[in-house]
């Protein structure tokens, strides 16, 4: 069974940082890309970044909200993806999901098929 | 790019067909997913493409649209399709959900 699994989270001050780390199985890891998404209480979804699989290059995209605090980075051979907070804001306060994008070359779709549980990252 | 999602929220009841939509700010093809969020679980994908529906999905949910404009169809609503959708588009970064729509009973 293709799973991931959040951990990593807590309760954090303003301004300090966070890691959270997101471990997958039952699928070759390297293969895909991975996204963070984040829920803040009472909010809708908000995509936060993503980073490529190594055969693309591994780099990252990030949205304006979180670029230059948060990064992501992978390790294929722990098969597990990072996100790092740093300078963590009240309004970083939500629960972050682990995705998997779906892309592959021989399905050039992307969007967002496994997901992790979740994680809660209170800031306060 | 913006996507704006409508409505809100919508009230049904069980056997009733219901529509969401989605309105992007710019074309962005046929690029774009439907998600169904339960709370405290994790979101799950219910159709890529616009109109792929994704395995194990049941045929009650169907999507449609390319361009700007996007549609999530459920017929026949069973108890447990009372929950909260949303649109993503996945044409270019950063990608953006939809505001989501809670479907009530």
């Known amino acids: 069974e293709e799973r991931l699994a959040d951990s990593g989270g807590g309760l954090v001050q303003p301004g300090q940082s966070l890691r959270l780390s997101c471990s997958a199985s039952g699928f070759t890891f390297g293969d895909y890309g991975m996204t963070w998404i984040r829920q803040a209480p009472g909010k809708g979804l908000e995509w936060v970044g993503f980073i490529r699989r190594k055969q693309l290059g591994g780099t990252t995209e990030h949205d304006a909200s979180v670029k230059g605090r948060f990064t992501i980075s992978r390790d294929d051979s722990k098969s597990i993806v990072y996100l790092q907070m740093n300078s963590l804001k009240i309004e970083d306060s939500a629960v972050y999901y682990c995705t998997r994008n779906s892309w592959q070359p021989s399905n050039p779709i992307d969007a967002f098929d496994v997901w992790g549980q979740g994680i809660l990252v209170t800031v306060s | 790019i913006q996507m704006a999602q409508s409505p809100s929220s919508l009230s049904a009841s069980i056997g009733d067909t219901v529509t969401i939509t989605c309105r992007a700010s710019?074309?962005?093809?046929?690029?774009l997913g439907w998600y169904q969020h339960k709370t405290g679980k994790a979101p799950k994908l219910l159709i890529s493409?616009?109109?792929s529906l994704q395995s194990g999905v049941p045929p009650r949910f169907s999507g449609s649209g390319s361009g700007t404009d996007f549609t999530l169809t459920i017929s026949n609503l069973q108890p447990e399709d009372f929950v909260t959708y949303y649109c993503l588009q996945d044409y270019s970064f950063p990608y953006t959900f939809g505001q989501g729509t809670k479907l009530e009973i």
């Open positions: 710019q074309d962005i093809r046929n690029d």
């Open positions: 493409g616009a109109s």
